[in-house]
């Protein structure tokens, strides 16, 4: 008989037991269904027309300011972002990890080789091969085995594995947003330091004048040496404003740089495009609160990690039951090389077989309290995330609106204070008035050129935390990552 038709019949006497065990296949633990979250029928926070509805895309909301300096390190950021590339590896991570859990629905199969010399004792009777003599042994063959998924624990680490790649795809897309966002943050907080160092430097210009005009006066007898320490010292004041500025914007390039992922001098080459502070939007996309639920990455990861620990449940609870294994060997085994591959030298076995812990002091079932009580938190946490993300669009929209009605009022404070400055300076050359008077309207000036300056940035940063809260700079519908690293 050949070893081809011995094995094949005990595979075939195997069978009706596996197709028997497979018709009776159940998967324990709990479906998973995503959970209904009740969000507000609209935002507590109200702005204008051009603010409560709107069609445009969150997916590249930075072109809306209009700054090709901005669209260009965006992309850089992309490119070069150091967590941004830590990010996607977890996804790799994570895939790999679904491979191992698929693997376990298919046979293993081992096939290796052994050569070994060994001798009998002679104490141990009449063995074969005759007692004290040595021998060589040689052999070889394949080993294989199959675990039947019976109760479905083997799917649901299946099921677990491809909702914990879903969710680390999420944190990509969550990473993602955050960058984009401290980008254009960090971007419009340089803009607005340049603009208040101009605004510094405007102010210099006129302050100078004043202490030219003082020691003019001075010298023809028309004014005291006070106007001209006064004017002096005013002077110096705004000039140590200057230090102050730069640094600010040097530790704000400086940030940059390590979103962008590049040194500071390669940012300041970066940053010759254009000048000034971006013009916020004329609008935005706010829609729904319902909406933010399936816009946030964030809070979909949330969802697939609820949804990957919800089937580690089931493998817990598989736990309880049997487990059944097809295994096989087949080897070749004979005392010389020469005669190894030939039909007399095969071993072989082949069945099913089962192993069914039926006690073990209560430690299954503690184990699936613990997966069970870990879903629950992950559900609470998952309503957390909600509640948080609507509560970050809400923050937004009031200092959008407020700073809104704020730069308004900056506007007009400043034009009045720039024409109090120049009646004033008129009335002081024409001796109508101390120089105390001046001080005081220059120093008005300058605070409100400088507020509004400052102001001009807050709502600029306004609306990019705003786009931030809404999950912008990703599809709004969940997709796979491509090799490049982009959604």
Same mark, same amino acid.
Not at 9 to 32: K, N
């Given at each position: 008989?050949?070893?081809?038709?011995?094995?094949?019949?005990?595979? /075939?006497?195997?069978?009706?037991?596996?197709?028997?065990?497979?018709?009776?296949?159940?998967?324990?633990?709990?479906?998973?269904?995503?959970?209904?979250?009740?969000?507000?029928?609209?935002?507590?926070?109200?702005?204008?027309?051009?603010?409560?509805?709107?069609?445009?895309?969150?997916?590249?909301?930075?072109?809306?300011?209009?700054?090709?300096?901005?669209?260009?390190?965006?992309?850089?950021?992309?490119?070069?972002?150091?967590?941004?590339?830590?990010?996607?590896?977890?996804?790799?991570?994570?895939?790999?990890?679904?491979?191992?859990?698929?693997?376990?629905?298919?046979?293993?199969?081992?096939?290796?080789?052994?050569?070994?010399?060994?001798?009998?004792?002679?104490?141990?009777?009449?063995?074969?091969?005759?007692?004290?003599?040595?021998?060589?042994?040689?052999?070889?063959?394949?080993?294989?085995?199959?675990?039947?998924?019976?109760?479905?624990?083997?799917?649901?680490?299946?099921?677990?594995?491809?909702?914990?790649?879903?969710?680390?795809?999420?944190?990509?897309?969550?990473?993602?947003?955050?960058?984009?966002?401290?980008?254009?943050?960090?971007?419009?907080?340089?803009?607005?330091?340049?603009?208040?160092?101009?605004?510094?430097?405007?102010?210099?210009?006129?302050?100078?004048?004043?202490?030219?005009?003082?020691?003019?006066?001075?010298?023809?007898?028309?004014?005291?040496?006070?106007?001209?320490?006064?004017?002096?010292?005013?002077?110096?004041?705004?000039?140590?404003?200057?230090?102050?500025?730069?640094?600010?914007?040097?530790?704000?390039?400086?940030?940059?740089?390590?979103?962008?992922?590049?040194?500071?001098?390669?940012?300041?080459?970066?940053?010759?495009?254009?000048?000034?502070?971006?013009?916020?939007?004329?609008?935005?996309?706010?829609?729904?609160?319902?909406?933010?639920?399936?816009?946030?990455?964030?809070?979909?990861?949330?969802?697939?990690?609820?949804?990957?620990?919800?089937?580690?449940?089931?493998?817990?609870?598989?736990?309880?039951?049997?487990?059944?294994?097809?295994?096989?060997?087949?080897?070749?085994?004979?005392?010389?090389?020469?005669?190894?591959?030939?039909?007399?030298?095969?071993?072989?076995?082949?069945?099913?077989?089962?192993?069914?812990?039926?006690?073990?002091?209560?430690?299954?079932?503690?184990?699936?309290?613990?997966?069970?009580?870990?879903?629950?938190?992950?559900?609470?946490?998952?309503?957390?995330?909600?509640?948080?993300?609507?509560?970050?669009?809400?923050?937004?929209?009031?200092?959008?609106?407020?700073?809104?009605?704020?730069?308004?009022?900056?506007?007009?404070?400043?034009?009045?204070?720039?024409?109090?400055?120049?009646?004033?300076?008129?009335?002081?050359?024409?001796?109508?008035?101390?120089?105390?008077?001046?001080?005081?309207?220059?120093?008005?000036?300058?605070?409100?050129?400088?507020?509004?300056?400052?102001?001009?940035?807050?709502?600029?940063?306004?609306?990019?935390?705003? /786009?931030?809260?809404?999950?912008?700079?990703?599809?709004?519908?969940?997709?796979?990552?491509?090799?490049?690293?982009?959604?």
């Amino acid at each position: 008989m050949s070893t081809r038709s011995s094995l094949s019949r005990s595979v /075939f006497r195997a069978v009706p037991l596996s197709a028997l065990i497979f018709s009776s296949c159940m998967v324990v633990g709990t479906d998973y269904s995503s959970p209904d979250m009740i969000t507000p029928d609209s935002w507590h926070q109200s702005l204008s027309s051009d603010l409560a509805s709107g069609s445009s895309s969150l997916d590249s909301w930075w072109r809306k300011f209009n700054d090709p300096t901005l669209n260009r390190l965006i992309q850089t950021a992309r490119d070069s972002n150091r967590t941004l590339a830590v990010a996607y590896e977890r996804i790799n991570e994570a895939r790999a990890g679904l491979g191992v859990s698929r693997s376990q629905l298919f046979p293993t199969i081992d096939f290796g080789g052994a050569v070994s010399r060994g001798r009998t004792s002679q104490n141990l009777g009449s063995p074969s091969p005759p007692a004290g003599k040595t021998t060589d042994v040689y052999s070889t063959g394949l080993t294989a085995g199959w675990e039947i998924d019976v109760f479905g624990g083997v799917r649901r680490s299946i099921e677990s594995a491809n909702a914990t790649v879903e969710g680390t795809e999420e944190l990509y897309r969550d990473t993602l947003v955050s960058l984009l966002a401290d980008v254009a943050l960090s971007y419009i907080e340089i803009r607005t330091f340049e603009e208040r160092l101009a605004v510094a430097q405007r102010n210099l210009t006129a302050q100078q004048k004043s202490l030219d005009l003082t020691k003019a006066r001075l010298d023809a007898g028309l004014s005291p040496e006070l106007d001209v320490a006064q004017a002096e010292t005013n002077l110096s004041n705004t000039r140590a404003i200057l230090p102050q500025l730069r640094n600010g914007r040097s530790l704000a390039v400086n940030r940059l740089s390590i979103l962008l992922g590049k040194y500071s001098s390669a940012t300041e080459t970066l940053l010759k495009g254009s000048k000034g502070i971006p013009s916020a939007p004329n609008s935005s996309f706010v829609g729904i609160p319902a909406n933010l639920v399936r816009a946030r990455p964030d809070i979909r990861a949330a969802e697939r990690n609820l949804a990957a620990q919800n089937a580690l449940v089931g493998v817990a609870e598989a736990e309880l039951y049997p487990r059944f294994v097809l295994a096989g060997t087949f080897d070749l085994q004979s005392l010389a090389a020469s005669s190894l591959l030939e039909s007399n030298s095969r071993n072989y076995a082949f069945g099913p077989n089962f192993q069914w812990n039926i006690f073990n002091a209560g430690r299954v079932r503690s184990q699936i309290a613990i997966q069970e009580s870990r879903t629950k938190q992950l559900y609470m946490t998952y309503e957390q995330t909600v509640l948080a993300a609507v509560a970050q669009v809400e923050d937004s929209l009031s200092s959008v609106r407020n700073e809104r009605d704020r730069i308004a009022e900056l506007r007009n404070a400043t034009a009045s204070a720039t024409k109090a400055e120049e009646l004033v300076t008129t009335n002081y050359t024409e001796g109508l008035v101390d120089f105390q008077n001046v001080l005081d309207a220059q120093r008005t000036v300058f605070s409100t050129e400088d507020a509004l300056a400052a102001s001009r940035g807050t709502i600029a940063a306004g609306y990019v935390s705003l /786009f931030k809260a809404l999950g912008g700079g990703t599809p709004m519908k969940p997709g796979p990552v491509d090799q490049n690293g982009k959604p």
